[in-house]
């Protein structure tokens, strides 16, 4: 009887100390938010037309995505998932919106008066269309890189070194994208030290998800340009004519090296603000 007590006690040990490792909890982080939006997405493709599953299968799954990596923190490591507040959600999704309109704008203007983008009238209608993607994509990214991957290394190695990896690692992501360059890869992790500073800023997903999908919804839906190596037609029919370290290429303006010193610039100017409202998530647990 002693023996199996004992034996149980080494094998909940063993188990507890295997969970707590960092890279187990990040790869069952992400596999468990990811898989079952792949999985819903991949049913709805399967079974509904296509002209009824334009808006209500991204939003319920970017809802989806959300409740498992609620599930997840609360059922799996036993905390409150600040990062999740409610209380500020609207807001912050809005001012993150505005941030990401009002960035790729600044691009833009910048590239206009260079004679790089040129604008040839209105696009062909439609241009809606990609909102619910847009904010699906936007959604799952940020629960993934920043929620799962940047919170658990923060805490593991320390928020620096985790914003540098986290960064990379997102680069790394868009790496399939048409035209992705050494200027692209630049360009995507920048961004993805943006959006972990936007983490940073409130300890909260909602404006980084807010910006990530204002910078992609105006680029794509607004001015047409194509993005992460996508071809897309929005609302403006956009062409962009020059070397390819100032139009981006093929990838989109995110390979631009005038959005590289935009986003260096507003990620600088987030990283900036005081400490004590820099916080990840993960340190503010034990307040919540």
Not at 55 to 82: D, H, M, N
């Amino acid at each position: 009887m002693t023996s199996d007590i004992a034996n149980q006690a080494s094998a909940t040990g063993w188990t507890s100390r295997l969970w707590r490792a960092a890279p187990i909890r990040i790869i069952a982080g992400a596999l468990l938010c990811i898989a079952p939006v792949a999985f819903f997405m991949a049913a709805t493709h399967a079974l509904i037309d296509k002209p009824y599953r334009q808006v209500w299968p991204f939003v319920l799954s970017a809802v989806l995505c959300l409740g498992i990596y609620r599930w997840f923190a609360q059922t799996l490591e036993k905390r409150t998932a600040v990062e999740l507040a409610r209380n500020a959600a609207l807001r912050e999704f809005a001012l993150g919106s505005l941030m990401g309109l009002a960035l790729i704008c600044a691009v833009t203007f910048v590239l206009w008066t260079a004679g790089v983008v040129h604008f040839e009238g209105a696009g062909n209608g439609g241009w809606l269309n990609p909102l619910a993607e847009m904010l699906l994509a936007a959604t799952l990214e940020e629960v993934v890189f920043r929620a799962v991957l940047f919170r658990i290394l923060a805490d593991w190695l320390g928020a620096r070194i985790a914003l540098v990896v986290s960064a990379l690692l997102f680069g790394l992501a868009h790496f399939s994208g048409d035209g992705f360059s050494l200027f692209a890869f630049a360009g995507v992790t920048l961004a993805g030290v943006l959006l972990t500073s936007a983490f940073l800023r409130t300890g909260r997903l909602w404006l980084p998800i807010g910006l990530h999908f204002g910078w992609n919804f105006t680029s794509v839906a607004v001015f047409g340009y194509a993005t992460s190596g996508n071809p897309a037609q929005g609302m403006l029919r956009t062409t962009l004519a020059g070397p390819d370290w100032l139009t981006g290429g093929a990838f989109g303006v995110e390979a631009s090296a005038v959005t590289l010193i935009a986003i260096a610039l507003l990620s600088a100017a987030l990283l900036a603000l005081p400490k004590k409202r820099m916080q990840p998530a993960t340190q503010q647990e034990s307040h919540a």
